[in-house]
């Protein structure tokens, strides 16, 4: 019986371990999320210490609902998630970057961020004391078509984001005929490359604030609306400005 009682007392100890480390790699890397102003779709995924994630959207209209759940593996590479075996099936991209407090999926079907909400890691490539006015898009071809020469993306620095301010304050007091706001009446939403010559370009879309957040997850695309809507071209290194473009009125 006293065998018996230490075989069992074993078989115990080995099944608690098990359990133990299963918890311990199951434990939250990160977590992130997107949630629509009307509540039409809901997106959440986790990242989990085994290297597997789950991916959850609800959407919701009048008519239907539909909820989609995918699931993987990935690795970690500093600000880089790597999509591994059959990539990220909803969006058909096997990459994805930490940038500034959200993950953003690179050359999918369409671009998307998640805004991270729970870490235990720390994001590297983070300006610090930044400015909320601000968001940040990573170049691809896919998505951004106007630069017109050969060009691969850049990480803004914080010095770049007081020059990017510098340049639009320039901007807006040799144009103030036409654009009327002050530079901090507006929300900033940059794409970043460097060009063929090595030069630090930037497009800035800039756009009245109001109450929402959505201009952190995609570009905003507004018809009319004067110069409460506009978009610019920096050249951070020679600090000039082009292709200013404001709105017109409705």
Known sequence: MKIISVFLSLIIFVLFCKCQLYKKEKQNVLEAEHISPYNEVNTTMKFYGDSTYTFNLFQ?????????????????????????????????????????????????????????????????????????????????????????????????????????????????????????????????????VTNANNEIEVIVYCNCKDNSKGYHFQIISVQDGGDCHFSVKLNLTKRKYSQLYINGSA
């Open 60 to 192: 919701k209209s009048t008519y239907y609902e539909k909820n989609e759940k995918y699931s993987g593996k990935y690795l970690l590479e500093n600000d880089t998630i790597k999509f591994i075996d059959r990539g990220f099936q909803y969006l058909r991209c096997r990459v994805a970057v930490i940038n500034n407090g959200f993950v953003e999926f690179i050359g999918g079907s369409a671009p998307l961020k998640l805004k991270i909400t729970e870490r235990s890691i720390k994001d590297e490539y983070a300006i610090n004391s930044l400015d909320s006015s601000y968001a940040f898009f990573t170049y691809h071809p896919n998505y951004y078509d106007f630069f017109s020469e050969k060009v691969k993306p850049y990480s803004l620095k914080k010095n770049d984001i007081l020059a990017i301010n510098d340049l639009l304050e320039l901007c807006i007091s040799e144009n103030n005929n036409r654009i009327t706001h002050h530079v901090n009446s507006y929300t900033k939403q940059c794409v970043a």
